[in-house]
């Protein structure tokens, strides 16, 4: 399928949410119709090369895909931080210093943004990669949300992201309706075993709808570009994803 990636929206945040405007990156198919919509939300790089291929994968398939600008409040828009040293230290730096409030304002804005485009036809989910698996986590708790895939997402098992490093994201998994789900590497250091299995026992704990899926690879193995990509895992883990988004967004 045919698509566009190259638009973007500069959507207006309000008071307590940050400053100025959160830029969203589309894509979308470029012919006519209207397609379900995806919040994809990025790993601490913000749009990398590798996040616009994998939308732009995603969006081939036919759906409009949205991808934040993680850190908006923060840093110009367009900023791209780099896959070294200094860009992953600013990262991680943005990611303790965001409220969780903010990350939740950007998630319904996000959404907000894709009910309202022209080639959206309303059905909404949400994916993301590593910081961003646990965003899309947290914004298929929107009620608007009908499903959600979550790849090596980090701090959900130990609760700390944001400010003071403090989320409630174990907590609030009893208000998770959206069928959701999760991939991990079993050789990813940031999510280990124990807390891997502290995520699923609460998810069985509040009876969720959710897919599980373990695979040996590091984290970031989705991540065209490096050492740890995967290209059979990429094949492998996205057709879980378009799997699922196939079931709950084009009925």
Request: aromatic residues 10%.
């Amino acid at each position: 399928m045919i698509i566009r990636s190259d638009e973007h929206l500069d959507v207006p945040m309000g008071t307590g949410t940050g400053t100025g405007a959160m830029r969203l990156h589309l894509f979308r198919p470029a012919g006519e119709g209207r397609f379900p919509g995806l919040a994809f939300f990025s790993e601490i790089y913000q749009v990398t090369a590798p996040i616009r291929r994998f939308a732009a994968y995603v969006a081939g398939h036919g759906f409009v895909v949205a991808v934040p600008e993680v850190y908006h409040e923060y840093e110009a828009p367009g900023t791209v931080l780099r896959y070294d040293q200094p860009g992953t230290d600013r990262g991680n730096e943005l990611k303790f210093a965001k409220p969780v409030r903010a990350y939740d304002a950007d998630a319904a804005a996000t959404f907000d943004a894709l009910e309202a485009h022209a080639a959206c036809n309303g059905r909404l989910g949400a994916f993301g990669v590593c910081l961003g698996g646990h965003l899309a986590f947290r914004a298929a708790l929107d009620p608007r949300a009908l499903a959600a895939a979550c790849f090596y997402a980090t701090d959900i098992h130990s609760g700390t992201l944001g400010e003071n490093k403090n989320d409630d994201s174990l907590a609030r998994m009893a208000e998770l309706k959206a069928e959701t789900l999760f991939v991990w590497g079993r050789q990813d250091p940031h999510v280990p075993f124990a807390g891997r299995e502290r995520i699923r026992a609460r998810l069985e704990e509040v009876g969720a709808s959710y897919l599980w899926h373990e695979v040996n690879g590091q984290h970031a193995f989705l991540r065209d570009e490096g050492p740890r990509y995967d290209p059979a895992l990429f094949r492998e883990c996205t057709g879980l994803m378009l799997d699922l988004f196939g079931r709950t967004l084009r009925r």
